[in-house]
DNA sequence: ATCTTTGAGATACAGTCGTATTCTAAAGGC
DNA sequence: GCCTTTAGAATACGACTGTATCTCAAAGAT
């Protein structure tokens, strides 16, 4: 046996280098040749760990929902429902760095998604992963009508302020106002009631406490 | 004078075959060529009217933006909020071929503006119509308070669900249930409950049609 | 009818793309 | 020790990119 590497983690090492880059410079400056100069390595060298630069590409489509998930599931499944949903929603959002760096990836992925049946399959996947577990939790909060729904819900809600927030940095503080009043209409309860407006009859705040 | 046209049509026309041709076939199909070939010219004739690729861009996003705007302006401000909002909303959303082709266009470019100057300035200042646009009606209908905030709502709501249908066209179903979920708990019931709602009940159970 | 200005097409150029092929060097197994 | 297998680099290729330049046809003004 002659020189060997684990290739698996090379494999990730690249996917991680095409993420950053795809953070740094957009997916359109991903090529076979940038993301082997970004790892430090020759494009033939690339070449030996995806024969194709739309399965190096799906490969860390991959990762980058892996790393969602991952993400998801380090939730603390103890707090208050939507202490949870307000903290996980943060994970996706691109408050720093680090953060816009992978919903950079994410929505790139997911536009380029819309014309690519593969990358369309992964992200099909992940969403309906998160899809079941947010419902899950909020089943498990005692909101047993239409979990799944809200779920979609705070999917949309995520996905639309990172977006916007991706060429909007100036008005982050406006969408995350945004994105707790939209909590607070979804999630009723529990703790101090939401200072919301309107009559006595406001809509769902009546049904968990 | 020689030979005339009318330039702004002209470039109106290669603005909407670009359009067409993102929604076809993604922002990284659109080269000089392809949309010369898409309007049935030379590619030298469309540099008659854009001299760089960067402007035409422009020029499209630009012109995407002023057709949400236009499409904003065309609901029928006496409808109640409620459903003057998911008719909105619904002009957004990819439902059929032609819809689908602008929210295409209209998440590209966002992404894009992720990493273009250009491109996010034009979508800040489209957004910032559409935020004072719905603030507006909001307020106009009794939400006094938190007017931007759930204006941002709507926004980020609208975008993440276009987002998602783009890929998975299954789920449109369940995605308008979300949307309906989120209006209810978004926007209480304007006095006279909206039609969606059944009987005198909490909107939470009023689902779509 | 001529001139002049313009739209449109054709072509050229340097650069980058994805991918296939070829080469060098090094690290185990014998 | 050599020998095989592999990682990695270098190179080659045709296709496509954005843009600049050139030619030609046509239409209004004189």
Redesign the pocket.
């Known amino acids: ?5 684990d ?1 698996d983690e ?1 494999r990730r090492q690249i996917g991680a280098a095409l993420l950053q880059l795809v953070a740094e410079r957009g997916l359109d ?8 100069a970004a790892t ?17 590409l799906t490969f860390a489509a991959e990762l980058a929902g892996e790393r969602v998930e991952r993400r998801m599931a380090g939730v603390d499944s103890a707090l208050p429902l939507r202490q949870a949903l307000r903290e996980l929603i943060l994970t996706t959002l691109p408050v720093d760095a680090e953060r816009r760096a992978e919903a950079t990836a994410q929505l790139a992925f997911a536009v380029r998604a819309a014309h690519h049946p593969g990358l369309a399959a992964i992200r099909r996947q992940v969403d309906q992963d998160i899809r079941q577990a947010l419902a899950g939790w909020l089943e498990s909060a005692g909101h047993t009508t239409h979990a799944t729904a809200v779920a979609d819900a705070v999917i949309a809600l995520s996905d639309g302020l990172a977006l916007r927030m991706l060429y909007t940095p100036q008005e982050h503080e406006h969408l995350l106002a945004a994105l707790d009043r939209s909590l607070d209409a979804l999630i009723p309860g529990p703790g101090p009631e939401p200072p919301y407006s309107s009559a006595g009859a406001s809509s769902c705040s009546a049904s968990r406490r």
């Open positions: 046996m002659p020189k060997t590497v290739r090379q400056e991903v090529s076979v040749r940038t993301v082997a430090g390595r020759s494009p033939g060298a690339v070449q030996k760990y995806f024969s194709t630069k739309d399965e190096m």
